[in-house]
């Protein structure tokens, strides 16, 4: 068990809704970063969140959004879902520089979602 | 640009037996980390080290050794005597030090199974 939570661990949804995950930690990780990981790929980097502020943002549309609470969990909502968003959606937790590529992450097990 | 290639998709191996998983990696800056993740079955990404550019230094770790070579861009990960416990997929990942944020880009991952 890594201390980092994702819910809910698998959900389907349909083209076109909208869909929230959330991920919380145990420890006062300050930095949140989400990863989106296609079938047989490597994770893809969305967006990282610091000081409840989006700091930077991978190749992803607008569609994709996020949040970051005072208790360092957060939130990463989709619009408009298409077929192409069904995926591993994984929670990484930082705690240090938010700015550095120095940091280690904490990853949860991810929700799975799919879209029909 | 930053990339990172696994060019190994799956390998099997017998039990007790050595293996080794290839990573090679292409980036601009001069200062950058790799990293190493695990990913059982149960998704969560799991660290097992960390290098920065300026440490060539090779690293064991009980069965696990690491073998960083900046003049082939390579950034290899043998396990000794493979275990079943062993099976999983197995990611390389690149991050710069400048990069803004904690953005982790990974390989398409190479899956390993031990065969008992």
């Known amino acids: 068990e890594t201390g980092v939570t994702q819910s809910p661990t698998h959900l389907i949804k349909t083209r076109g809704q909208q869909v929230t995950l959330r991920c919380s930690s145990q420890s006062g990780h300050n930095t949140v970063s989400w990863y989106q990981q296609a079938l047989g790929q490597g994770p893809q980097f969305i967006f990282q969140?610091?000081?409840?502020?989006?700091?930077g943002r991978g190749n992803f549309p607008p569609r994709f959004s996020g949040l970051q609470f005072p208790n360092y969990s957060s939130e990463l909502n989709v619009n408009a879902l298409e077929l192409d968003d069904s995926a591993l959606y994984l929670c990484?937790?930082?705690?240090?520089?938010?700015?550095?590529?120095?940091?280690?992450?904490?990853f949860g097990a991810g929700s799975r979602l799919t879209v029909l | 640009a930053q990339k990172v290639t696994q060019a190994q998709t799956e390998i099997s191996v017998v039990e007790k037996e050595d293996v080794t998983l290839d990573c090679v990696y292409e980036?601009?800056?001069?200062?950058?980390?790799l990293f190493w993740y695990k990913q059982p079955p149960s998704g969560e990404l799991v660290f097992l080290i960390r290098?920065?550019?300026?440490?060539?230094q090779n690293e064991i770790s009980g069965r696990y050794s690491w073998n960083f070579q900046k003049s082939t861009s390579s950034f290899n990960f043998t396990i000794t005597a493979s275990q079943v416990v062993d099976s999983a997929v197995y990611f390389c990942?690149?991050?710069?030090?400048?990069?803004?944020?904690?953005?982790?880009?990974f390989g398409t991952g190479t899956r390993l199974t031990v065969i008992p």
């Open positions: 969140y610091y000081r409840e502020e989006e700091n």
């Open positions: 990942a690149l991050s710069e030090a400048m990069a803004g944020a904690n953005n982790l880009f």
């Open positions: 290098r920065n550019s300026f440490d060539e």
């Open positions: 980036t601009r800056d001069t200062t950058y980390y």
């Open positions: 990484a937790m930082g705690l240090g520089a938010f700015d550095s590529g120095a940091n280690v992450l904490t």
